[in-house]
C-alpha cells in the first residue's frame, strides 16, 4: 500500500487548506472501505499525534485541539482521504500524514508500517 499527502503549503493564520491522502497499490475500495483512517501530524522537535480519524462506518473522531475547525472525510471508490483545516493557527504548523488506523481504547493508533512523506502546513501569525 502506498499513500501520498497532498495539499499543504503557507498560510496566514485564520486561513484554510484541504488536504488530501491518496492510497494506492494492492487494495481494493471494498478494502479499502473497511479501513479506519486516520490524519496524523508531527511538528519540528515534537511527537507524531493523531488529529482526527474516519471509521468505516462514516463515525468521526477528533482530537480536541482541533475539534471544530477541521473536518475529515472520504471516498472509498477513490481511495481518498481528506481533510478540511479551517481556521488555522500558527501551532497547526506541521508535517501532515495519513494511515490507516486500529482504534484501541480512546484513541487510534496508526495500522500500517510504511508512510507517505507527508505534506508540510506551515501558518504563519
Known amino acids: 500500500v502506498q499513500l501520498v499527502e497532498s495539499g499543504g503549503g503557507l498560510v496566514h493564520a485564520g486561513g484554510s487548506l484541504r488536504l488530501s491522502c491518496q492510497v494506492s497499490?494492492?487494495?481494493?475500495?471494498?478494502?479499502?472501505?473497511?479501513?479506519?483512517m486516520g490524519w496524523f501530524r508531527r511538528a519540528p522537535g515534537k511527537q507524531r499525534e493523531l488529529i482526527s480519524a474516519i471509521r468505516s462506518s462514516g463515525q468521526t473522531y477528533y482530537a480536541d485541539f482541533v475539534q471544530g475547525r477541521f473536518a475529515i472525510s472520504r471516498d472509498n471508490a477513490k481511495g481518498m482521504v481528506y481533510l478540511q483545516m479551517n481556521n488555522l493557527k500558527p501551532e497547526d504548523t506541521a508535517a501532515y500524514y495519513c494511515?490507516?488506523?486500529?482504534?484501541?481504547?480512546?484513541?487510534?493508533?496508526?495500522?500500517?508500517?510504511?508512510w507517505g512523506q507527508g505534506t508540510q502546513v506551515t501558518v504563519s501569525s
Open positions: 497499490g494492492s487494495i481494493s475500495p471494498r478494502d479499502f472501505s473497511g479501513y479506519a
Open positions: 494511515n490507516a488506523v486500529d482504534p484501541v481504547r480512546d484513541t487510534f493508533n496508526p495500522r500500517w508500517a510504511n
